[in-house]
């Protein structure tokens, strides 16, 4: 961060990871309903290619119309690198962000 005398800045980010045989991107969108839900948070999805993720199995989260994250099905070479034998799904919201809104 070019605005900082230390050149970064600190970044609240919530992130969830579930790994286990039948995960899918549905299951992963009902916990972000529900959090989202809990918090009285409106949110909208939008389709995304991100590497990180399969294709067609992921998507960016935006709040008033402003991007606070991604999440989906993790890409099985993503994976693999890190030497996981499970599918997972990953969610990352940007909390900085989305409270500034």
């Known amino acids: 961060d070019n605005t900082k005398d230390v050149g970064c800045r600190d970044v609240l980010k919530l992130s969830i990871v579930n790994c286990h045989s039948n995960v899918n991107f549905t299951e992963m969108k009902q916990v972000l ?5 809990t918090l009285g948070i409106q949110y909208e999805l939008t389709e995304v290619e991100h590497e990180s993720f399969i294709k067609g199995r992921n998507a960016k989260i935006k709040h008033n119309n402003e991007y606070i994250g991604n999440f989906g099905e993790i890409n099985p070479k993503v994976l693999e690198n890190f030497g996981i034998e499970m599918p997972c799904t990953g969610l990352e919201i940007n909390l900085t962000e989305l409270f500034r809104l």
């Open 33 to 37: 309903d529900y959090l989202f839900n």
